[in-house]
């Protein structure tokens, strides 16, 4: 198989420099790629330890594959809190809890011991869109 592993997630946003941000100011994320070309902008943040992953911050509005009706469809979505859930991973839920709470993150719910293996909160970033803070248990 020629595939070899993934690059970059799609995440939608109704503002970029919000998102951006939620990500770099409250999760700790670093800017990867910030261009602007005419009226789009390619916005990639990423983990600092996780250099070959970024995750794309783009705008919801018509262009590209997206007419009208699909960015129309996608906000309810994102604003919903319905988009498909990312999980980033971490060594201790309760302390990253902790933290990202006391800089205004939202949350879900908070650190919960779950019967598969994990200890997990989701939260949610300034559009809606949810995330699942997951450790393994040892």
């Known amino acids: 198989m020629m595939?070899?592993?993934l690059a970059t997630i799609t995440i939608f946003v109704k503002d970029q420099n919000e998102t951006l941000r939620f990500f770099t100011e409250k999760l700790g994320f670093e800017v990867r790629d910030d261009v602007t070309a005419g009226d789009y902008r390619w916005l990639t943040?990423?983990?600092k330890d996780q250099p070959d992953l970024d995750l794309q911050l783009a705008a919801l509005?018509?262009?590209g594959a997206y007419d009208e009706s699909d960015i129309q469809v996608l906000t309810?979505?994102?604003e919903a809190g319905k988009m498909p859930t990312s999980?980033?991973?971490t060594d201790n839920c309760q302390k990253a809890y902790d933290?990202?709470?006391a800089k205004g993150v939202e949350f879900a719910y908070?650190?919960?011991d779950r019967p598969y293996g994990i200890i997990e909160a989701m939260f949610k970033d300034s559009n809606g869109n949810r995330y699942v803070l997951s450790q393994d248990k040892k």
């Open 3 to 5: 595939l070899k592993k």
């Open 61 to 63: 509005k018509v262009g």
């Open 110 to 112: 908070p650190p919960t």
């Open 99 to 101: 933290e990202m709470a």
């Open 45 to 47: 943040v990423g983990l």
């Open 87 to 89: 999980v980033i991973k």
């Open 76 to 78: 309810k979505l994102v």
